[in-house]
């Protein structure tokens, strides 16, 4: 089972998905997509991990989430903006077309794990264009995953001011 939720920054992503999980399991896992990159993304994720209790069992994998043993198990994916990050990061923010091949290619892998998968993404096209290429070049990525996983999933919900939009 493959659940979808997007929305924007602070729409309440995060705790319905958590709450769902917990409906799901009493041990579901966080799977965490985030880099480290400076002192206010550890406090983000810091407040993230506060979040959870001693039920959840926290992994952080920056790309490759396929290879974690996650067999019969509620995962919750936090997020594919960030994990779409790193693999455009590493691609120098360049090769737009490598990019979505590789986070394409990985979340099918994935997805073929016998797991309940709750994704969590954003939905960064709904604002302002951005002022930069890079920029640009980013949110049409997100736009092209959030479309593959979308039509991937057996349920998709959009979070607006917290609350669930059920599109699918």
């Given at each position: 089972?493959?659940?979808?939720?997007?929305?924007?920054?602070?729409?309440?992503?995060?705790?319905?998905?958590?709450?769902?999980?917990?409906?799901?399991?009493?041990?579901?896992?966080?799977?965490?997509?985030?880099?480290?990159?400076?002192?206010?993304?550890?406090?983000?994720?810091?407040?993230?991990?506060?979040?959870?209790?001693?039920?959840?069992?926290?992994?952080?994998?920056?790309?490759?989430?396929?290879?974690?043993?996650?067999?019969?198990?509620v995962?919750?994916?936090?997020?594919?903006?960030?994990?779409?990050?790193?693999?455009?990061?590493?691609?120098?923010?360049?090769?737009?077309?490598?990019?979505?091949?590789?986070?394409?290619d990985?979340?099918?892998?994935?997805?073929?794990?016998?797991?309940?998968?709750?994704?969590?993404?954003?939905?960064?096209?709904?604002?302002?264009?951005?002022?930069?290429?890079?920029?640009?070049?980013?949110?049409?990525?997100?736009?092209?995953?959030?479309?593959?996983?979308?039509?991937?999933?057996?349920?998709?919900?959009?979070?607006a001011?917290?609350?669930?939009?059920?599109?699918?």
């Amino acid at each position: 089972m493959i659940y979808y939720i997007t929305g924007g920054t602070r729409s309440g992503k995060s705790r319905y998905a958590q709450n769902l999980a917990l409906e799901l399991s009493n041990n579901p896992i966080y799977l965490a997509t985030a880099r480290h990159w400076d002192d206010d993304f550890e406090k983000r994720i810091q407040r993230h991990m506060a979040d959870r209790d001693e039920r959840w069992e926290s992994i952080e994998e920056e790309k490759y989430l396929s290879t974690i043993n996650l067999e019969n198990r509620v995962v919750v994916v936090d997020c594919v903006t960030l994990w779409l990050t790193n693999f455009f990061a590493d691609n120098k923010y360049t090769n737009e077309e490598e990019t979505l091949k590789q986070i394409k290619d990985e979340f099918d892998k994935l997805v073929r794990i016998n797991a309940t998968f709750i994704i969590i993404s954003n939905e960064i096209g709904m604002g302002m264009h951005a002022d930069t290429e890079v920029g640009r070049k980013f949110a049409d990525l997100q736009g092209w995953i959030n479309q593959h996983i979308a039509q991937k999933s057996d349920k998709a919900i959009l979070m607006a001011s917290g609350l669930p939009i059920t599109l699918k």
